[in-house]
């Protein structure tokens, strides 16, 4: 199992940025698919991006798609998330998360929570109006 750690939150103002960084350890890190997703106060954990094994392959939220970019760096066993033009609705707990990759031809991105085995502990992220 891969463990992942999660880093680069804090409190923002309406149309800053952020990057938030997720280091993994444990498992040879090009073998996984990673994914953010974000859970504000009281509400259920939202898909927001994910990329594939190779970085080749991104998919992203509507509600985030175009300030936000997804990427990876599999020398350094890390995710990060560039969050850019951030709104008081992004504040949220984000959270990194892992599932082994796909070798199928086709790309699938995996949007559900369900779908990935491997959790951080989540980063708040606060975005002030």
């Known amino acids: 199992q891969v463990q992942l750690v999660e880093s680069g939150g804090g409190l923002v103002q309406a149309g800053g940025s952020l990057r938030l960084s997720c280091a993994a350890s444990g498992r040879t890190f090009s073998d996984y698919e990673l994914g953010w997703f974000r859970q504000a106060l009281g509400k259920e954990r939202l898909f927001v991006a994910t990329i594939s094994w190779s970085g080749t392959n991104t998919y992203y939220a509507d509600s985030v798609k175009g300030r936000f970019t997804i990427s990876r760096d599999n020398a350094k066993n890390t995710v990060y998330l560039q969050m850019n033009s951030l709104k008081p609705e992004d504040t949220a707990v984000y959270y990194c998360?892992?599932?082994?990759?796909?070798?199928?031809?086709?790309?699938?991105?995996?949007?559900?929570?369900?779908?990935?085995?491997?959790w951080g502990q989540g980063t708040q992220v606060t975005v002030s109006s």
């Open positions: 998360a892992a599932v082994p990759r796909q070798f199928s031809s086709e790309y699938r991105p995996r949007r559900s929570w369900f779908e990935y085995n491997a």
